[in-house]
């Protein structure tokens, strides 16, 4: 099957999430009384574009993955209409902690009775009642702290000239440090002036609340998509997802044909490029595996009847061929295969280009 290289994509980072928390959209003419460094565009993320002939080249909105929560606007044709941006930072900032309430209900059945306000209502005892004054004024206040807080996160991680500076503001440190390291030895660390924030969105992996951001830097015309993790201590920048982190580049991967599983941050989508040692579609299905940056195309393959199948369909259903989902997936090219391109699936790490949870601390709980 003749395939034609992709054209190279620009630096993204989608959120993916099976329950969305939220989305926010700023109206830029509505920030004025507060405008710092940061201004919030009323843009949201544009949906992933439907794709064509079996091996049209994929376009890459801006963040990876993709969100679901688009997926449903897209199909129910609603839009929502852009208002005060604190007020939606308030509403987000909120949502969040609306959302940790409720995770924490469905945990223990005993505190079901907890109230929590979510916009200007209080729920959780059944009845509903307006917010006041002082506690609007309270939100409003506790979203700019957080906006504020944020963008100081995000200001030191960029403008880092060194790993040692850089890994203060990122998640996961200890792991993260050998692999920046590598990384670094073979690409540049270029440091970055934060110019504004263009789009902010909230999501969720696993229970965990995060924050997706385009912003603009001073160095560079292209917007920076930006990760974080919004705990309860401290905003830090997935790293990981920042860089696309893997192994070794798409070309490596392709030139070497490694045998032993690795961890890859790959565009998926279905497809039916079956050859050689995966040419039975009765006993796998495909999926194209496109990298960031890089016009590499490989293709991993799926052992049907098994959990990992069931996973898959969960978010590939059959009957749509043109769906395209960020993962990180681990696969490996069989030994002695013949096929040059193809690859076993072995496992779905996440559905996000990142980590809920640090897999050094899950590999040593199991």
Same mark, same amino acid.
């Given at each position: 099957m003749a395939e034609e290289p992709n054209n190279s994509k620009e630096d993204q980072i989608r959120v993916i999430d099976e329950e969305p928390v939220d989305v926010v959209r700023l109206d830029v003419g509505k920030m004025s009384p507060l405008e710092k460094k940061g201004k919030m565009s009323n843009t949201v993320l544009a949906p992933m574009p439907e794709l064509g002939a079996e091996e049209k080249p994929l376009e890459k909105t801006l963040f990876d993955p993709e969100s679901e929560w688009q997926e449903g606007e897209e199909e129910s044709g609603n839009e929502t209409v852009p208002v005060g941006w604190f007020v939606l930072l308030a509403a987000g900032l909120l949502g969040i902690l609306g959302w940790v309430v409720f995770q924490t209900m469905s945990d223990d !059945?005993?505190? #079901?009775? *907890?109230?929590?306000? *979510?916009?200007?209502? @209080? *729920?959780? $005892?059944?009845?509903? @009642? !307006?917010? #006041?004054? %002082? $506690?609007?004024?309270? %939100? @409003? @206040?506790?979203?700019e702290v957080h906006f504020t807080n944020m963008e100081k996160v995000v200001t030191r991680f960029l403008k880092s000239g060194t790993q040692e500076e850089m890994i203060k503001w990122v998640r996961h440190p200890k792991r993260i440090a050998p692999l920046m390291k590598s990384y670094y030895e073979q690409n540049s660390m270029e440091p970055l002036t934060l110019k504004s924030t263009d789009e902010y969105h909230i999501a969720a992996l696993e229970k965990k609340p995060f924050v997706a951001l385009k912003v603009r830097v001073k160095e560079q015309d292209e917007g920076v998509a930006i990760l974080l993790e919004d705990n309860s201590e401290k905003m830090l920048v997935d790293w990981e997802s920042f860089v696309s982190y893997l192994p070794m580049t798409p070309e490596d991967i392709a030139e070497s044909r490694p045998t032993k599983p690795m961890s890859l941050r790959v565009y998926v989508q279905r497809d039916n490029f079956y050859t050689y040692e995966f040419s039975d579609d009765k006993e796998y299905a495909c999926f194209r595996l496109e990298f960031r940056d890089s016009a590499v195309t490989l293709y991993g393959f799926v052992k049907k009847g098994t959990i990992l199948e069931r996973e898959f369909l969960k978010m590939f259903p059959e009957e749509n061929n043109k769906l395209t989902k960020p993962l990180v997936i681990k696969a490996r090219f069989l030994e002695g295969g013949k096929a040059t391109r193809s690859m076993l699936i072995e496992s779905l790490e996440s559905t996000m280009w990142a980590f809920a949870n640090n897999p050094d601390e899950v590999d040593h709980k199991n």
């Open positions: !059945p005993a505190n #079901s009775n *907890v109230n929590f306000e *979510v916009g200007n209502q @209080r *729920v959780g $005892d059944g009845l509903q @009642r !307006p917010m #006041s004054a %002082e $506690d609007e004024e309270n %939100e @409003r @206040r506790a979203a």
